[in-house]
């Protein structure tokens, strides 16, 4: 492998370029909530989202024409599409191998967990309810609570990841909110998968869209009975009519949704204005995502315990790479523009920039 191997296409520097445009938008609803709120943090964030992507700190060797990126200079903001862009690609990157490994022995279901939509009024309690009510669900698949008559150990439960998704909807009356958990549950093989039950979720129109399975029943009960803060029994089960609208696919190898961006509009437009359409919508849904923490790993894939081969790999090749550069000459620190960085290609065609996360990438389409 040679360092070109891993260059940084300016097709893609100009792709994740484009998703900072928007960023002035957030910035000055940033700004107008400071004037509203006198919160200096505030302005610290509008200064943060307006300098996104635009400052990059790299290792120059001169006579190779190579730039090593160490750092860009990010926000991390939860309503900047390139940062939750890139959190979405690394956490994907992180977990995909571990879930490949396990789908030798496992089944990976994707669980959608839903509650009524809300207005922005109650958009705070519901998720201080869904936060609260979740974890019961894994504790009884964990066996680590009982319920009399449901055997929630049989389900083989090794681990979930849930992830939390808020999708405005623009009305008349103002904007509604549908907040829901993606997850992934890792379970033993051979759940009985037969669609046969109907209830009100099973039409999309006036017309039969899918049927549910007993275990995508018991989800959705088990979950209305916890978010309402009812006693979970076997008795109580059965007696409920129906619960809200929950579902479990095999994932075969497609979890990306699971690591998607927190908020998202209507459309598949790729705009924050999509989302956030104006102000007042912004100042709740900054609100609702204020220090939440939006994906939680559970039993074998708690995110702070994974440690892959990949990663490993990953740290091989890149130390290599540096070792053949400084053999012929030690690099130069630069703090470099973005304008400065698009400059480079224009003007030396010999440039190479490097990244760890090019290694990453490279990994995955030799894969594939």
């Known amino acids: 492998m040679q360092v070109k191997d891993f260059a940084l296409a300016k097709k893609a520097i100009k792709k994740k370029a484009a998703k900072i445009e928007d960023n002035a938008i957030i910035s000055s609803y940033y700004r107008e909530m400071y004037r509203d709120t006198a919160d200096a943090g505030h302005l610290r964030r509008a200064d943060a989202v307006d300098g996104c992507f635009r400052w990059w700190d790299v290792d120059n060797y001169r006579k190779q024409h190579v730039k090593d990126v160490k750092r860009i200079n990010l926000c991390k903001d939860k309503f900047c599409l390139n940062c939750q862009n890139a959190m979405s690609k690394r956490r994907y990157a992180k977990y995909k191998p571990v879930l490949d490994d396990l789908l030798a022995d496992y089944d990976v279901y994707h669980v959608v967990t839903t509650v009524e939509n809300c207005t922005a009024f109650e958009l705070l309690d519901v998720l201080d309810r ?8 894994i ?40 907040p829901h958990f993606h997850s992934l549950f890792v379970l033993r093989k051979g759940i009985p998968a037969k669609r046969k039950h109907i209830n009100d979720f099973s039409f999309h129109k006036g017309k039969l869209r899918r049927k549910f399975t ?47 961006y927190p908020v998202k509009g209507e459309s598949r437009r790729e705009s924050i204005t999509d989302v956030v359409y104006d102000y007042d919508t912004f ?24 440690e892959t081969d990949e990663d ?12 053949e550069l400084r053999a012929i000459e030690d690099p130069e620190r630069q703090a470099l523009k973005l304008e400065e960085v698009f400059a480079d290609f224009e003007t030396d065609p010999d440039m190479t920039y490097i990244s760890k996360n090019v290694i990453r990438e490279y990994l995955h389409n030799d894969a594939e």
């Not at 609570?145 to 389900?155: A, E, L, P, S």
């Open 214 to 260: 007993d275990f995508e029943i018991l989800l959705q009960k088990v979950w209305y009975l916890l978010y309402n803060g009812e006693r979970l029994t076997a008795e109580a089960v059965a007696k409920l009519p129906q619960g809200y609208s929950c579902t479990a696919e095999r994932a075969k190898g497609n979890y990306k949704e699971i690591f998607k």
């Open 312 to 323: 490993k790999e990953i740290d091989r090749i890149y130390e290599e790479l540096l070792a």
């Open 283 to 306: 100042a709740v849904l900054f609100e609702a995502l204020y220090r939440r923490k939006v994906l939680q790993g559970y039993g074998i894939l708690n995110y702070k315990d994974l």
């Open 139 to 178: 504790r009884y698949f964990m066996g680590e609570r009982k319920c009399n008559g449901i055997d929630f150990r049989g389900y083989g439960f090794k681990g979930a990841i849930r992830s939390l998704e808020i999708t405005t909807k623009r009305t008349k009356t103002g904007a509604m909110f549908h």
């Open 130 to 137: 869904m936060y609260k009510k979740f974890p019961y669900i």
